[in-house]
């Protein structure tokens, strides 16, 4: 049983997911109006969860983050680097690899969404609140560097050194 924390988040990623998969619907070009929007939503995801959602839980436990905020910080790393160049279908791949796995980490009974839950207790409904209000994040121009490949192929090795 899920409660209005775990339904929001949830419902967030797979509007996202429905984005991501719109952004290569046709395999010659991928569709920037689409992946645009999912750019931006998964950056307010990430902010939600790395401005409200980890720090409350770490609050909570006085000080001690929850186990899975190591892994779920570097998966966020990987996927905010792969926002940086212009989208393209290998690219798309690489963030929907890393969201198969994070979104379980968050999803699953047991993960993310249900420790929050639990250790909000009472609050949870100004835990949500706080969630809802967290502003959209300025979005940059994609930049394509040549030292960008190898900044992203980084994190991807460090996320992957952390995965369970």
Known sequence: MTGPLHDFLTQEHRRLDALLGRSIADPATVDREAYEQFRAGLLRHIAMEEKVLLPEARRVRK???LPVARQLRA??????SL?????THDIVESIRGILQTHNRLEED???LY?????LAGAEVGELLARLRAVPEV???AH???PRIPEHIAKLLRARATREP
């Open 83 to 87: 926002m940086v160049p212009t989208p």
């Open 75 to 80: 998966d966020h790393a990987a996927l905010a």
């Open 138 to 140: 300025p979005v940059a």
């Open 114 to 118: 249900d420790q929050c839950e639990e």
């Open 63 to 65: 000080g001690e983050p």
């Open 109 to 111: 009974e047991g993960g």
């Open 143 to 145: 930049f394509d560097g």
